[in-house]
């Protein structure tokens, strides 16, 4: 079965960097992008920036351009999201997802089970 | 940037249908999809491509997308569908995903 399974728990102070990764399982890890997805406490979803894991190729949130870079490791079947210049509204549960294209569309249909980064001094 | 505009809370009685709607400039030329988020858990998709669910999601849930409204529709609600629901769009003029602020569905 399908399994996007992340790092642990992270406390980072502000300025520093963080990196969460995305093990993928049940699937070939090329053949569909994972997109990266945040949640603030109490707030909603907050989309990120999406990579295809087959050519490396990404695309950020207009809002993120420049903080955030997304990799990934074929051979472990994992994806990697690193945010710099933490701030404390970066304080937030980061999920990633698995994007399926049909003909006609293409949709999350699979989400890791989130990771939390609390950025404090 | 396209903005989803979603109701904060919708309260349904057991046995009863909700609805929950996602406004959007001619979001009838989109393709909408619905995720449900109970609490401290990620979330599940429950309705892609406006109208179909994935395997394993009741068929009381249902989606519908027309004009400037997708709507989420779960009929005869149980005490389980309680949770944040979002609906999401890929919006082809910024290349970006876009979610909704969410609609906190309260089962009286």
């Known amino acids: 079965q399908v399994q996007l399974v992340q790092s642990g728990s992270e406390v980072k102070k502000p300025g520093a960097s963080v990196k969460v990764s995305c093990e993928a399982s049940g699937y070939t890890f090329t053949s569909y992008d994972v997109n990266w997805v945040r949640q603030a406490t109490g707030q909603g979803l907050e989309w990120m920036g999406w990579?295809?894991?087959?050519?490396?190729?990404?695309g950020y949130a207009q809002k993120f351009q420049g903080r955030v870079t997304l990799t990934r490791n074929t051979s472990k079947s994992t994806a990697y999201m690193e945010l710099s210049s933490l701030r404390s509204d970066d304080t937030a549960v980061y999920y990633c997802g698995r994007v399926y294209c049909s003909r006609t569309s293409c949709y999350f249909d699979y989400w890791g089970q989130g990771t939390l980064v609390t950025v404090s001094s | 940037s396209y903005v989803l505009t979603q109701p904060p809370s919708v309260s349904v009685p057991p046995g009863q249908t909700a609805r929950i709607s996602c406004g959007g400039n001619n979001i009838g030329t989109k393709i909408v999809d619905w995720h449900q988020q109970k609490p401290g858990q990620a979330p599940v998709l429950v309705v892609y491509d406006n109208t179909d669910r994935p395997s394993g999601i009741p068929e009381r849930f249902s989606g519908s997308n027309s004009g400037n409204t997708a709507t989420l529709t779960i009929s005869r609600v149980e005490a389980g569908d309680e949770a944040d629901y979002y609906c999401?769009?890929?919006?082809?003029?910024?290349?970006?995903?876009?979610f909704g602020g969410g609609t906190k569905l309260t089962v009286l």
């Open positions: 990579m295809n894991p087959n050519s490396g190729d990404t």
């Open positions: 999401q769009v890929w919006d082809s003029s910024s290349d970006h995903w876009v």
